[in-house]
């Protein structure tokens, strides 16, 4: 009985909810997999599988219990976070929920943005305008040997005007870049948030680079282009990411 509650336990492995909260705009639709499918491809690497539980949080599908996931991955967005749309508003009562109930927890981009605003910080359209293409992350070296995971340095694709431009209490800034200062954030002990898109390949950030041009300043394009010599660090961060997550119960 004992070894087959192991095999059991095995078998079902770790389980992530990801918080969607947007979706593959049409015109990449041809090139690139949706945003659900990108998150399994970067994520699930062998020989660790995970189980995957998705929620549409922009139409108001969150888990009922908490406790179906381990931990939990809440996913970029093109709108923003002031907008206070009614969906946006129960993802954030969502995310204090998590908080409350202790459960691990990484935002990335709009994630990490609507985490830092549920938890009580301020989100802005930024004056320094557009982050777009590949961008250096120095990383607190305490850190970086502690819950996640990460060298003092590392490259990952960006796109964003928004930022986080004052945390919430008890948060601290673990990482910045020279165009957004909060650019990592550990929330809690078991949340953080990550201005980066570390489950885009390069390809996909290079798309959105030509896809949002227009929007661009002809000073923003030339940097977006200059940085896609610079290979980012995926593979390291979505380790340390998933490490991140599966921590509470590595030893279970």
Not at 42 to 54: L, N
Not at 80 to 94: C, D, G, I, P, Q
Not at 175 to 188: D, E, K, R
Request: glycine fraction near 8%.
């Amino acid at each position: 009985m004992i070894e087959d509650s192991l095999r059991q336990k095995k078998r079902i492995g770790f389980t992530i909810g990801l918080i969607l909260c947007d979706q593959l705009r049409d015109q990449f639709s041809s090139d690139f997999p949706d945003y659900e499918t990108m998150f399994k491809t970067a994520f699930e690497e062998k020989p660790q599988k995970f189980s995957w539980k998705t929620f549409d949080a922009v139409t108001g599908e969150f888990p009922k219990d908490l406790d179906s996931c381990d931990g939990y991955l809440i996913s970029g967005c093109r709108s923003s976070v002031y907008e206070e749309k009614k969906w946006m508003l129960s993802l954030e009562n969502f995310i204090n929920k998590l908080n409350r109930n202790n459960k691990p927890t990484v935002g990335l981009c709009f994630g990490h943005q609507i985490m830092a605003k549920a938890l009580g910080g301020t989100v802005t359209c930024a004056p320094e305008g557009w982050g777009i293409g590949f961008a250096r992350c120095s990383v607190n070296s305490d850190i970086s040997e502690g819950q996640l995971p990460l060298p003092e340095e590392l490259t990952v694709g960006v796109c964003h005007r928004d930022q986080v431009v004052r945390l919430p209490t008890g948060a601290t800034n673990i990482g910045s870049t020279p165009h957004c200062n909060n650019f990592l954030i550990q929330f809690t002990p078991k949340m953080v948030g990550f201005q980066g898109h570390p489950e885009f390949e390069p390809a996909y950030i290079s798309a959105l680079i030509e896809e949002t041009k227009n929007l661009l300043t002809p000073q923003e394009y030339s940097v977006a282009l200059q940085s896609k010599k610079n290979a980012p660090d995926n593979q390291l961060i979505r380790k340390a990411i998933t490490k991140f997550l599966t921590k509470r119960t590595e030893h279970s």
